[in-house]
């Protein structure tokens, strides 16, 4: 059941909240992926299995005859439609006319609010990964840094910053515009679109490199190359786009200027050439920061602000395309030579990982408090065995079988994880904190590591703080057989953040 899943105490109850689908998310079930033999089917399998709102005409259309075929009951309808109702009422939906009630006179204004503002700003810093810098580069110096080429087909980029399903913003600041804000900066765009099919401006920008303090090159994807239906067919960047920013850091190579490349988009992109690059000193993802993208990411450039994001996703090289898209699955074959998919179970070469990030200081982590051995009650007696025994994990093979994640035991097994982090650099800064658990290796088919929590923290230079993560083993370390199961399975695991290690053996009942 999907309100099992989602169910969490600190929401409230399931009246006070509902759930919707995908726009017709319904419809596909039976139409496209033919997982149910009708639409009567469809709609009976998603309202008996939580489902109370549906984003399209699929439930309206053969709910009806669902009921009359037998395969729904009223019953379901009602328990949907209460939550719906209920949700309605305390939004104060029939309390008589709605400008009269507590939104009911929201309108622009109350959107480009300052704190609204701040708030894109502030999503904007906070996304942006600095993922490479070369001689630390970056933040640029305001006292000798005064001149800026910006070049690029996305040095003046707008709507490109949306990305998609985006709002009206309120107010565009384009990278342009946002490092003007620090000194005198020109442009050329290389490229007339992002697509970049030729440069018919780059002898301009080679001649406006010889001008500057420091060369910004900003490019990446549009709509044009990724969208919802619109798959790419590579993973390099457009066009002429390599070209255009290899040729200008060689010109900034020889004018002995420092070059800073700025890439936009939202999926990876092969960028192997320009992190090898020794002409390239430093990279930064922006993904599709939006209204306040520009202004975001000159604070960074000139360090008033220090960058703390984490890449969302693995980066591959463009050989990985050879994989068919439609082998769908995630651990890896070596007979095949598949490599597997995600940083869980891929076994492959990347150009940068899930999780990279840098900062304009340095952060050190370690564990502080955490056990070294978990087990069940029922258990105590075997675990004072295993803990002076030389053959401990024979032990755990020989008493221990995997645990079913849904098992009421379970809530036993809870502990918490103390971490020490210290700036130990020069600047303040924001960390974002990733604690990863290594599985038992003795069972096969298991991930390379898996994210159990994060956090993120903002600490002063020089000073430290704790940081306490509670770990539910049967929700954060569970794992999934292939049948679809969650289970929970004994053995050594290794808890890691940054280069911090710290073993947790997990001795479960037979």
């Known amino acids: 059941m999907i309100w099992k899943i989602l169910e969490a105490p600190t929401v409230g109850t399931s009246m006070h909240r509902y759930i919707v689908s995908d726009c017709d998310a319904v419809a596909i079930i039976h139409d496209y992926f033919n997982y149910a033999p009708t639409p009567e089917d469809a709609v009976s399998e998603v309202l008996k299995a939580g489902l109370d709102l549906n984003c399209g005409t699929y439930i309206s259309k053969h709910a009806q005859k669902a009921i009359d075929?037998?395969?729904?009951?009223?019953?379901?309808?009602?328990?949907?439609?209460?939550?719906?109702?209920?949700?309605?009422?305390?939004?104060?939906?029939?309390?008589?006319?709605?400008?009269?009630?507590?939104?009911?006179?929201?309108?622009?204004?109350?959107?480009?609010?300052?704190?609204?503002?701040?708030?894109?700003?502030?999503?904007?810093?906070?996304?942006?990964?600095?993922?490479?810098?070369?001689?630390?580069?970056?933040?640029?110096?305001?006292?000798?840094?005064?001149?800026?080429?910006?070049?690029?087909?996305?040095?003046?980029?707008?709507?490109?910053?949306?990305?998609?399903?985006?709002?009206?913003?309120?107010?565009?600041?384009?990278?342009?515009?946002?490092?003007?804000?620090?000194?005198?900066?020109?442009?050329?765009?290389?490229?007339?679109?992002?697509?970049?099919?030729?440069?018919p401006s780059l002898y301009a920008a080679l001649d406006m490199v010889e001008k500057v303090d420091a060369i910004v090159l900003i490019v990446g994807l549009n709509e044009e190359q990724e969208k919802e239906a619109h798959d790419r067919k590579d993973l390099l960047l457009p066009g002429q786009q390599q070209t255009l920013v290899t040729t200008v850091a060689a010109k900034a190579a020889v004018e002995n200027h420092p070059v800073i490349l700025v890439i936009m988009c939202g999926g990876p992109v092969d960028i192997s050439f320009a992190k090898d690059n020794v002409n390239i000193s430093?990279?930064?993802?922006?993904?599709?920061?939006?209204?306040?993208?520009?202004?975001?990411?000159?604070?960074?450039?000139?360090?008033?602000?220090?960058p703390g994001g984490r890449l969302p996703l693995t980066w591959y090289p463009e050989e990985f395309v050879k994989v068919s898209m439609l082998n769908m699955h995630m651990r890896p074959n070596e007979t095949s030579g598949y490599p597997g998919r995600t940083y869980r179970f891929y076994m492959g070469k990347t150009v940068y990982d899930f999780g990279?990030?840098?900062?304009?200081?340095?952060?050190?982590?370690?564990?502080?408090?955490?056990?070294?051995?978990?087990?069940?009650?029922?258990?105590?007696?075997?675990?004072?065995?295993?803990?002076?025994?030389?053959?401990?994990?024979?032990?755990?093979?020989?008493?221990?079988?995997?645990?079913?994640?849904?098992?009421?035991?379970?809530?036993?097994?809870?502990?918490?994880?103390?971490?020490?982090?210290?700036?130990?650099?020069?600047?303040?800064?924001?960390?974002?904190?990733?604690?990863?658990?290594?599985?038992?290796?003795?069972?096969?088919?298991?991930?390379?590591?898996?994210?159990?929590?994060?956090?993120?923290?903002?600490?002063?230079?020089?000073?430290?703080?704790?940081?306490?993560?509670?770990?539910?083993?049967c929700r954060d370390l569970k794992l999934v057989q292939g049948e679809g199961k969650g289970v929970l399975y004994p053995g050594l695991y290794t808890l890691t953040v940054d280069e911090a290690e710290h073993s947790v053996i997990l001795i479960l009942d037979s």
Request: hydrophobic share 35%.
């Open 282 to 306: 430093s990279i930064l993802w922006i993904g599709y920061p939006g209204e306040a993208g520009g202004k975001a990411l000159a604070q960074i450039m000139y360090g008033d602000y220090n």
């Open 69 to 199: 075929e037998g395969k729904l009951s009223e019953v379901n309808i009602d328990e949907a439609l209460s939550k719906l109702v209920s949700v309605q009422m305390r939004l104060g939906l029939f309390d008589g006319n709605p400008k009269t009630q507590l939104f009911g006179r929201l309108g622009p204004e109350a959107v480009c609010t300052k704190e609204n503002q701040h708030l894109a700003l502030e999503a904007a810093r906070e996304g942006i990964v600095l993922l490479k810098n070369e001689g630390e580069i970056l933040p640029l110096s305001k006292e000798s840094t005064h001149t800026l080429a910006v070049i690029g087909p996305h040095g003046n980029a707008s709507d490109d910053m949306l990305g998609n399903y985006a709002g009206i913003p309120c107010n565009f600041i384009t990278p342009l515009q946002g490092l003007q804000a620090y000194g005198t900066v020109f442009f050329e765009p290389g490229c007339i679109k992002v697509s970049c099919e030729d440069l």
């Open 356 to 473: 990279h990030g840098r900062s304009f200081t340095n952060f050190l982590s370690s564990f502080v408090l955490a056990p070294g051995t978990i087990y069940s009650k029922k258990l105590i007696r075997q675990v004072t065995s295993f803990q002076t025994s030389p053959n401990s994990l024979g032990l755990i093979r020989h008493f221990t079988s995997e645990l079913d994640a849904e098992d009421p035991s379970c809530e036993n097994l809870n502990f918490d994880v103390t971490l020490n982090v210290t700036n130990t650099g020069n600047r303040e800064g924001s960390h974002v904190l990733l604690l990863y658990a290594k599985p038992p290796t003795s069972v096969k088919g298991l991930p390379n590591k898996y994210l159990v929590a994060f956090d993120r923290i903002h600490l002063q230079a020089k000073k430290s703080k704790s940081v306490v993560f509670n770990i539910v083993p």
